[in-house]
C-alpha cells in the first residue's frame, strides 16, 4: 500500500513536466500568480536584515524594544486585515483583480517604507505591505488551482509554496548585497516593490479564473479561457465539473445560508466541521507557537544574540538557515504523501523541541561564560562614556559582559581579543565610535562566545525539523479536513488563527529576549512546542490517502488517537489494491 501514493505523485509530476513542456502559458499563468508567494516570503525575510540598520538611524527605536516589535509585527496586522478582507474581494471583484489589488498596495507600502523620515511612516508602510502580502497569501494559489488543468494542479500549487521561500532566500540575498550602499535598508525594503510591479505587469496579459467568471455567469469567456489551459477531448468535462459545482454551492448556501452569521452557526453545530477545526487550528497555531517566525523576522538578531557582532556576517548566517528553509519545502513535497500527515507534523515536533532545548543549553552557556568587565579598561574611557548602572554598582568585581548588556549598555571587547576582559559602557553612536577608533569590537546585542557558531548549526538543524513538517503540513491538514460546503469558512477561521498567533509571537519576542534572556526564550518555545506536540497527537487525525468524504465520516465518527492504521476498511483497501 506505501507504493500507492508514490506511485500516484510520480505519475503527477510526470504528467506535470509534459503539460509544462508543450504549454508554456500554463506555467506562465502560475509562476506570474506564484509571484504573490515570492512577496510574502520577502516581507517576512527582508525585515530581519533592514532592522539591524534601522535601529542605527533612528536613536528611539533603538532604544525602545517594544517600537522593533511594532515595526516588524505592524506587517503581520495588515496582513490579518489583508486575509480577513480577501475573500471578500475574491468573490466581489475577482481573482486577477484581487492580485492586481494586492500588488499596488504593496508597492504603495514599499515606496513609503523606503521614504519614510520616521518610525511611525514607517509603521504605516508596513501595515500597507502586510494588507497587500494578506490578500496575495490565499488569493495566489487560490488562482493556480482554479486555473489549472485537474491533473497537475497540486504540482503548480506548489510553486506558490516554493516561491515563498524562494522569496525569503532572495531577500537575504538583498540585505547582503546593500550592506555596504548609503540608505542601507531604505533600499532594502524599498526593492520590494519591483517584484509587485513585475506581478502587476505580468497579471494584465493573464485571464481571470474561469471558475470565477463560470460562477458570475461568463460561460463564453469561461470556455475560451479552457481552450488554452486544457486539451481539446478535456475541455467538456472541465465544463460539467463547474457547472455541477456551481449548481451545488446554490444548494449548500439554501442549507447553511449565505451570511457569516448563518454560516458560522452551521459549522459549528456540526460535531464533524468542529472535529475538523480543533485539528485545523491547532496545527496552526503550534506551526507559530514553535517560533518560526521569530527566526525568520529576526535571525539576524539571533546570530548577533550568539555573539557575532558584524551585521554582513550575522546576514550572510542567515542567509544559510534561509536556504535550508527552502531545502526543507523540497523535501515536504517529496515526503507528505508517502510518510504522512499526521506522522510528519508529530516527527518535525519531537525534533524542533530537541533543537529548542539545545539552543536553550548553548545561549545559557554562552551567557554564563561571557567575558568579565576590566574596571581600569572602562573608567579609562572617561565617565561620560562609562556605563552608568556600572559607575553606580556597589560591586563592579561581578560584572560580566552579559551583566552589561541587560543595563542597556555595551561591550568594547579587548584589543587582545573578543573574548578577554573589556569594557562597559554607554551605548551611544560617539562611544561607539570611540571603541571603533581602536580596533576594538563592539558588542550591543550579545557577548562574544566560542560557541555561537555551535548555536547558528542549531538554529539550521532547526529550520530543517521545522520546513518539511510543521512548515508545510499545516496548511495541507487545513486544505482536506473540512467538508465541502464548510471549507471558505473553516479555512478562513484557521488562516486567521495562523496570522494572529504569528502577531502574538513576533510581538513579544523581542520583550521575552529581554525579560527572560535568550536561553529563558528558547526554553519558552520548546514548552510551547511540547504542549502542541501533545495537542497534535490527541486532535488531529491522519488524511493520508483519503477521499473528503472519508476524511468527514472519521471525524463524524470520532478520532482515537491510539489507533494509527489508516481508517479504510478492508473492503476499500482490497479494492484499492486492485
Known sequence: MEGGPEAASKQEFTEFWKRATSSPYIMRLALSAGIGGLLFGYDTGVISGALLYIREDFVEVDKKLWLQEVIVSMAVAGAIIGAALGGWMNDMLGRKTSILGADIVFFLGAIVMAIAPAPWVLVVGRILVGFGVGIAS?????????????????????????????????????????????????????????????????????PESPRWLYNQGKENESRRILEKIYRADEIEGEIKAMREAVEQEKQEEGLIGQTLGEKMKAAFSNVAVRRGLYAGVTA????????????????????????????????????????????????????????????????????????????????????????????????????????????????????????????????????????????????????????????????????????????????????????????????????????????????????????????????????????????????LFAGFSTIGLIAIYLLVPETKGLQFEEVEKLLQKGFNPCDCTNPKTDEEKASASK
Open 138 to 206: 490565499m488569493t495566489s494559489p487560490l488562482y493556480i488551482s482554479e486555473a489549472s488543468p485537474a491533473a497537475i494542479r497540486g504540482a503548480l500549487v506548489c510553486i506558490n509554496g516554493l516561491l515563498i521561500t524562494f522569496g525569503q532566500f532572495l531577500s537575504y540575498l538583498i540585505n547582503l548585497a546593500f550592506t555596504k550602499t548609503p540608505g542601507t535598508w531604505r533600499w532594502m525594503l524599498g526593492v520590494a516593490g519591483l517584484p509587485a510591479v513585475v506581478q502587476f505587469v505580468l497579471m494584465l496579459t493573464l
Open 284 to 523: 496552526q497555531v503550534a506551526q507559530q507557537f514553535v517560533g518560526i517566525n521569530t527566526v525568520m523576522y529576526y535571525s539576524p538578531t539571533i546570530v548577533q544574540f550568539a555573539g557575532i557582532a558584524s551585521k554582513s556576517t550575522a546576514l550572510a548566517l542567515s542567509l544559510v538557515t534561509s536556504g535550508l528553509n527552502a531545502v526543507g519545502s523540497i523535501l515536504s513535497m517529496l515526503c507528505i504523501d508517502k510518510y504522512g500527515r499526521r506522522k510528519l507534523m508529530l516527527l518535525s515536533l519531537i525534533a524542533i523541541i530537541i533543537c529548542l532545548l539545545t539552543l536553550t543549553g548553548v545561549f545559557y552557556q554562552a551567557a554564563t561564560t561571557a567575558p568579565p568587565i576590566d574596571n581600569v579598561d572602562t573608567l579609562s574611557f572617561g565617565a561620560n562614556a562609562t556605563c552608568q548602572a556600572y559607575l553606580d554598582a556597589p560591586n563592579v568585581s561581578s560584572w560580566n559582559c552579559m551583566k552589561c548588556l541587560k543595563a542597556e549598555c555595551a561591550f568594547c571587547a579587548s584589543t587582545g581579543g573578543n573574548h578577554l576582559p573589556g569594557a562597559c559602557l554607554a551605548e551611544t553612536k560617539e562611544v561607539r565610535a570611540v571603541c571603533g577608533e581602536q580596533k576594538r569590537v563592539w558588542f550591543s546585542d550579545g557577548c562574544p562566545s566560542k560557541i555561537g557558531v555551535l548555536a547558528v548549526i542549531v538554529l539550521g538543524l532547526y529550520i530543517l525539523a521545522y520546513s518539511p513538517g510543521m512548515g508545510s503540513v499545516p496548511w495541507v491538514l487545513n486544505s482536506e479536513i473540512y467538508p465541502l460546503r464548510f471549507r471558505g469558512i473553516c479555512g478562513g477561521i484557521a488562516a486567521v488563527s495562523n496570522w494572529c498567533a504569528n502577531l502574538i509571537v513576533s510581538l513579544t519576542f523581542l520583550s521575552l529576549i529581554h525579560a527572560l534572556g535568550a536561553a529563558g526564550t528558547f526554553l
